[in-house]
């Protein structure tokens, strides 16, 4: 996989004499796949010059353009050289442009918006090549020649991360992105079960990120809130994930190129060993180089999924005494057309609600339990008295318009009736148990598929699978009944049944908000009901399942769970064995 930078300035155009080395074209990147697949990532100004010189190759080759546009959001410096992308205008040429699906209009009405009577001479539909829209969540997608992770930054408009796997490699693309809690902005360690460490997560491993680093610390005060990073909070990023080459991108427009350099060097300065740090400039192209981190197995079409929003109709409640903090909730939730209420005009049946908890307020300590998503409000990285399930934080002070899109964010995430489970707080040192067995990728072996034989025999059920849950994927040591070798860790059942010691039921997965539209309960060969029992290490690791699944929903008896419980501990010993682990028991 190879990138090429067309436009590589944050917010504006910044043409001129002290810009030529760096660019002034606002964001656009070329991705070209070793099967010659072409992923656009943003359309700013440098998109003019990347579609003429696509037209200027289809002319010679006698092939019209074709290939995948990847918006990360639609702020102006990411979808102004959409009108002026020649190939949109060139018969027979082929596109599929992606971007995140708002609440009340769609991905192609907003990017139509740019291109009204009053703003520009040709509409939108008016573009004679074959486009098509397709409005993402969070999850999975597969486009020609590579899988893509989509996942929500911290920026005033909701935006997208990507996270690219082909040919091996792993490129990631976060631009505009924030710090979520602004006391890390001067590059201090991030904290693991943090909103933030969850972007560390996002990036972890990849062999190069284009990462938005717009502002340091000493000029980010003013700028609090705007959604872009300081260079020192990014470097640490980077470096606790493990990154190969962190390209900085989205120059601020008042740098210019020697302000650049001197910025480049005060990053290369902090940067961890291990980590090459470049500042992307316009024209120049990079080798995303694999070193062994890719970890998507076959995509699935989760980031695509249709929410059900309209049935879902989900309400606001504000569990919030602070009034500055509790108005800012209500306009922000008023602007996306959702209702607000209190905890008491709500009622205890929380699970049509998305509910807003001051973390930092003890009175509001266990409020959430049940609800569509919580999000917790803190003024700090750690909040002080919070006590239930937070599933997004909002980190004071921050706008409006910061607010809305977290609540947007919360909405979609669940209209989609899927969740990909949460990584404990203890994934590290499981991981190094899993890789300690040495069984990942290993050949099929009947003791394991014998053991499987009879969890299917024992619970009555026609598909049963020795699961290894990796970082970035599942994958099966047996599996019967069930044709995949392994599965995207995002729609992983077993991740979720990893995260507690006894055996996880779910009855009927149409019934349950973080299965119901999962890839195996809506795609081919779905599942209706499934029973995992970790695989708990002696050294108390959690690293995968045994697991029963059926196509109709069912519950398994106390004696059926007993006995799938023992064959679990029966794997346990088998792995541990073949690794030549000694235990005590
Ligand atoms: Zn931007
Ligand atoms: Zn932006």
Known sequence: MRIRFWGTRGSVPTPGPSTVRYGGNTSCTEVRTDDGSLIVIDCGTGARALGQALVTEAEASGVAPRGTILISHTHWDHIHGLPFFAPLFVEGSEWDIYGPRGLAQNLDRVLAGQMEYHYFPVALDEASADTRYHDLVEGTFNVPGAVIVSRYLNHPA??????IEADGAVLVYASDHEPHDVALAGGEPIPDQSADGRHVAFLRGADVVVHDTQYELANYGSKQGWGHSTMEYVVEVASEADVGTLVMSHHDPNRDDAAVDDLLLRAQARARDGLEVVAAAEGTMIEVLARGHARAAAGDASAT????????APCVVVAIDDPVLDAAVRAAALAEGLTVERPDEHGADLSDAVVVVDADDSRFTGIGAGALSVLGATRRAVPTAIATTVSDWLVLPCSIAHVRTKLRAAVLRRAARWLAAPVGPDEQARLASLHRLAVLDTPPD??????????????GTPIALVTLVDEGRQWFKAHLGFDATETHRDESFCAHAILTADVMQVPDVLEDGRFADNPISVGPGRIRFYAGAPLTLHDGNRVGTLCVADRRPRVLSDEQVTELKRLADLVVDELEARAGIETSS
């Not at 909701?158 to 996270?163: E, I, K, P």
């Not at 009947?446 to 619970?459: G, H, V, W």
């Open 446 to 459: 009947p003791s394991f598929d014998r053991l499987a034989e009879l969890a299917r025999a024992a619970t």
């Open 158 to 163: 909701l935006t997208l991360g990507y996270r």
């Open 305 to 312: 999924a249709e929410p059900a929003l309209e049935t879902l």
